[in-house]
T-cell receptor
Framework: AQRVTQPEKLLSVFKGAPVELKCNYS??????LFWYVQYSRQRLQLLLR??SRESIKGFTADLNKGETSFHLKKPFAQEEDSAMYYC????????????FGTGTRLTIIP | DGGITQSPKYLFRKEGQNVTLSCEQN?????MYWYRQDPGQGLRLIYY???????QKGDIAEGYSVSREKKESFPLTVTSAQKNPTAFYLC??????????????FGEGSRLTVL
Protein backbone atom coordinates (compact mmCIF):
# COMPACT_ATOMS: atom_id res chain seq x y z
CA ALA A 1 0.00 0.00 0.00
CA GLN A 2 1.19 3.51 -0.71
CA ARG A 3 1.45 5.99 2.11
CA VAL A 4 2.54 9.61 2.46
CA THR A 5 3.55 11.05 5.82
CA GLN A 6 3.83 14.72 6.67
CA PRO A 7 4.98 14.80 10.28
CA GLU A 8 4.26 18.48 10.94
CA LYS A 9 0.64 19.62 11.09
CA LEU A 10 1.66 23.21 11.77
CA LEU A 11 4.84 25.10 10.94
CA SER A 12 5.61 28.73 11.68
CA VAL A 13 8.59 30.47 10.16
CA PHE A 14 9.76 34.08 10.24
CA LYS A 15 9.76 36.04 6.99
CA GLY A 16 13.15 35.75 5.33
CA ALA A 17 14.05 32.53 7.13
CA PRO A 18 14.47 29.19 5.32
CA VAL A 19 11.49 26.87 5.04
CA GLU A 20 11.46 23.09 4.94
CA LEU A 21 8.26 21.06 4.87
CA LYS A 22 8.87 17.38 5.40
CA CYS A 23 7.38 14.54 3.39
CA ASN A 24 8.17 10.85 3.64
CA TYR A 25 6.58 8.10 1.60
CA SER A 26 6.30 4.34 1.38
CA UNK A 27 5.63 2.74 -1.97
CA UNK A 28 6.69 -0.54 -3.51
CA UNK A 29 6.74 0.70 -7.11
CA UNK A 30 8.41 3.61 -8.89
CA UNK A 31 7.02 6.78 -7.34
CA UNK A 32 6.19 10.12 -8.81
CA LEU A 33 5.83 12.83 -6.16
CA PHE A 34 4.07 16.15 -6.04
CA TRP A 35 3.50 19.11 -3.78
CA TYR A 36 0.07 20.72 -3.84
CA VAL A 37 -0.79 24.03 -2.16
CA GLN A 38 -4.02 25.60 -0.99
CA TYR A 39 -3.90 29.33 -0.33
CA SER A 40 -6.65 30.97 1.69
CA ARG A 41 -9.92 31.05 -0.25
CA GLN A 42 -8.34 29.42 -3.29
CA ARG A 43 -8.57 25.98 -4.84
CA LEU A 44 -6.08 23.28 -4.14
CA GLN A 45 -3.51 23.46 -6.93
CA LEU A 46 -0.28 21.84 -8.04
CA LEU A 47 2.85 23.59 -6.80
CA LEU A 48 5.51 21.36 -8.27
CA ARG A 49 6.22 17.79 -9.33
CA UNK A 50 9.43 15.84 -9.04
CA UNK A 51 9.61 14.78 -12.68
CA SER A 52 9.74 18.40 -13.87
CA ARG A 53 12.78 19.25 -11.74
CA GLU A 54 11.49 22.81 -11.58
CA SER A 55 11.47 25.60 -9.04
CA ILE A 56 8.13 27.26 -8.53
CA LYS A 57 7.77 30.45 -6.47
CA GLY A 58 11.25 29.78 -5.14
CA PHE A 59 10.34 26.31 -3.86
CA THR A 60 12.26 23.17 -4.75
CA ALA A 61 11.92 19.54 -3.73
CA ASP A 62 14.41 16.74 -4.10
CA LEU A 63 13.46 13.11 -4.23
CA ASN A 64 15.68 11.05 -1.96
CA LYS A 65 14.95 7.41 -2.70
CA GLY A 66 17.31 6.18 0.00
CA GLU A 67 15.46 8.09 2.69
CA THR A 68 12.12 7.88 0.82
CA SER A 69 11.65 11.60 1.27
CA PHE A 70 10.50 14.53 -0.85
CA HIS A 71 10.95 17.57 1.36
CA LEU A 72 9.87 20.99 0.11
CA LYS A 73 12.35 23.81 0.61
CA LYS A 74 12.62 27.53 0.10
CA PRO A 75 15.65 29.56 1.16
CA PHE A 76 13.80 32.75 2.13
CA ALA A 77 10.18 32.63 3.25
CA GLN A 78 7.71 35.27 2.09
CA GLU A 79 4.41 36.21 3.69
CA GLU A 80 2.48 35.01 0.64
CA ASP A 81 3.82 31.49 1.23
CA SER A 82 1.38 31.06 4.12
CA ALA A 83 -0.89 28.20 3.03
CA MET A 84 -1.74 24.54 3.46
CA TYR A 85 0.73 22.23 1.73
CA TYR A 86 0.09 18.63 0.75
CA CYS A 87 2.59 16.08 -0.46
CA UNK A 88 1.19 13.47 -2.86
CA UNK A 89 2.34 10.29 -4.56
CA UNK A 90 1.40 8.18 -7.56
CA UNK A 91 3.02 5.66 -9.84
CA UNK A 92 5.62 7.16 -12.17
CA UNK A 93 3.61 6.19 -15.23
CA UNK A 94 0.45 7.71 -13.88
CA UNK A 95 -2.92 6.10 -14.45
CA UNK A 96 -3.17 5.41 -10.78
CA UNK A 97 -4.78 7.26 -7.94
CA UNK A 98 -2.96 10.07 -6.21
CA UNK A 99 -2.39 9.52 -2.49
CA PHE A 100 -2.11 12.61 -0.32
CA GLY A 101 -0.46 13.23 3.01
CA THR A 102 -2.27 14.86 5.90
CA GLY A 103 -0.94 18.31 5.08
CA THR A 104 1.15 20.99 6.81
CA ARG A 105 -0.18 24.44 7.51
CA LEU A 106 2.64 26.91 6.99
CA THR A 107 2.42 30.32 8.60
CA ILE A 108 4.95 33.00 7.79
CA ILE A 109 5.45 35.44 10.64
CA PRO A 110 6.07 39.02 9.43
CA ASP B 1 -14.24 29.75 -18.24
CA GLY B 2 -12.71 26.30 -18.15
CA GLY B 3 -12.51 24.28 -15.02
CA ILE B 4 -14.37 22.19 -12.51
CA THR B 5 -17.63 23.28 -10.97
CA GLN B 6 -18.98 21.78 -7.79
CA SER B 7 -22.43 22.43 -6.42
CA PRO B 8 -23.82 23.19 -4.01
CA LYS B 9 -21.13 25.01 -2.08
CA TYR B 10 -22.87 24.43 1.24
CA LEU B 11 -25.41 21.75 2.02
CA PHE B 12 -27.28 20.76 5.13
CA ARG B 13 -28.92 17.40 5.52
CA LYS B 14 -30.88 15.62 8.18
CA GLU B 15 -29.71 12.25 9.39
CA GLY B 16 -31.07 9.41 7.33
CA GLN B 17 -31.27 11.38 4.10
CA ASN B 18 -29.24 10.77 0.98
CA VAL B 19 -27.67 13.77 -0.71
CA THR B 20 -26.01 14.16 -4.11
CA LEU B 21 -23.09 16.47 -4.78
CA SER B 22 -22.58 17.64 -8.34
CA CYS B 23 -19.26 17.84 -10.16
CA GLU B 24 -18.96 19.05 -13.75
CA GLN B 25 -15.81 19.68 -15.79
CA ASN B 26 -15.22 21.21 -19.20
CA UNK B 27 -11.52 20.39 -19.41
CA UNK B 28 -12.12 17.33 -21.58
CA UNK B 29 -10.44 15.19 -18.93
CA UNK B 30 -11.02 11.47 -18.90
CA UNK B 31 -10.37 10.91 -15.20
CA MET B 32 -12.38 12.29 -12.30
CA TYR B 33 -12.04 11.89 -8.55
CA TRP B 34 -13.83 12.53 -5.29
CA TYR B 35 -11.85 13.28 -2.17
CA ARG B 36 -12.95 13.99 1.36
CA GLN B 37 -10.98 16.60 3.31
CA ASP B 38 -11.06 16.47 7.10
CA PRO B 39 -8.87 18.52 9.47
CA GLY B 40 -5.78 16.57 10.41
CA GLN B 41 -6.53 13.76 7.97
CA GLY B 42 -5.66 15.36 4.68
CA LEU B 43 -7.40 14.24 1.51
CA ARG B 44 -8.80 10.75 1.36
CA LEU B 45 -9.97 9.22 -1.90
CA ILE B 46 -13.60 8.14 -2.04
CA TYR B 47 -14.11 7.06 -5.66
CA TYR B 48 -12.41 7.65 -8.97
CA UNK B 49 -13.25 7.11 -12.60
CA UNK B 50 -10.78 6.89 -15.45
CA UNK B 51 -13.33 6.58 -18.22
CA UNK B 52 -17.04 6.94 -18.83
CA UNK B 53 -19.21 4.15 -17.40
CA UNK B 54 -16.40 2.86 -15.21
CA UNK B 55 -15.31 3.76 -11.68
CA GLN B 56 -13.34 2.28 -8.81
CA LYS B 57 -13.56 2.48 -5.05
CA GLY B 58 -10.99 4.55 -3.27
CA ASP B 59 -9.83 4.19 0.30
CA ILE B 60 -13.07 5.24 2.01
CA ALA B 61 -15.90 4.28 -0.38
CA GLU B 62 -18.28 2.84 2.23
CA GLY B 63 -21.49 4.85 2.44
CA TYR B 64 -20.91 6.61 -0.87
CA SER B 65 -21.94 5.94 -4.46
CA VAL B 66 -21.07 7.51 -7.80
CA SER B 67 -22.00 7.34 -11.46
CA ARG B 68 -20.14 8.32 -14.63
CA GLU B 69 -22.66 8.43 -17.44
CA LYS B 70 -21.05 11.41 -19.15
CA LYS B 71 -17.42 12.44 -19.49
CA GLU B 72 -18.18 15.85 -18.03
CA SER B 73 -20.05 14.72 -14.95
CA PHE B 74 -19.21 12.65 -11.86
CA PRO B 75 -21.87 13.08 -9.16
CA LEU B 76 -21.30 11.75 -5.65
CA THR B 77 -24.16 10.49 -3.48
CA VAL B 78 -23.63 10.46 0.26
CA THR B 79 -26.00 7.83 1.55
CA SER B 80 -27.53 7.41 4.97
CA ALA B 81 -25.12 4.52 5.48
CA GLN B 82 -22.18 6.91 5.73
CA LYS B 83 -21.52 7.10 9.47
CA ASN B 84 -19.75 10.43 9.59
CA PRO B 85 -20.78 12.41 6.50
CA THR B 86 -20.12 15.94 7.76
CA ALA B 87 -17.04 16.99 5.80
CA PHE B 88 -15.62 19.05 2.97
CA TYR B 89 -15.79 17.22 -0.36
CA LEU B 90 -13.44 17.94 -3.25
CA CYS B 91 -13.89 16.87 -6.84
CA UNK B 92 -10.94 16.75 -9.22
CA UNK B 93 -10.13 15.75 -12.75
CA UNK B 94 -7.04 14.88 -14.73
CA UNK B 95 -5.88 13.65 -18.08
CA UNK B 96 -5.33 9.92 -18.25
CA UNK B 97 -3.39 7.43 -20.28
CA UNK B 98 -0.22 8.58 -22.00
CA UNK B 99 -1.06 12.23 -21.49
CA UNK B 100 -1.43 11.86 -17.76
CA UNK B 101 1.05 14.11 -15.98
CA UNK B 102 -0.36 13.27 -12.58
CA UNK B 103 -1.69 16.80 -12.11
CA UNK B 104 -5.16 17.04 -10.64
CA UNK B 105 -7.40 20.05 -11.17
CA PHE B 106 -9.70 20.69 -8.25
CA GLY B 107 -13.09 22.24 -7.76
CA GLU B 108 -13.86 24.72 -4.99
CA GLY B 109 -15.43 22.06 -2.84
CA SER B 110 -18.77 21.33 -1.20
CA ARG B 111 -19.24 21.50 2.55
CA LEU B 112 -21.82 19.03 3.80
CA THR B 113 -23.21 19.33 7.30
CA VAL B 114 -25.48 16.67 8.74
CA LEU B 115 -27.79 17.95 11.43
Amino acid sequence: AQRVTQPEKLLSVFKGAPVELKCNYSYSGSPELFWYVQYSRQRLQLLLRHISRESIKGFTADLNKGETSFHLKKPFAQEEDSAMYYCALTHIFGNEKLTFGTGTRLTIIP
Amino acid sequence: DGGITQSPKYLFRKEGQNVTLSCEQNLNHDAMYWYRQDPGQGLRLIYYSQIVNDFQKGDIAEGYSVSREKKESFPLTVTSAQKNPTAFYLCASSMSGRTNTGELFFGEGSRLTVL
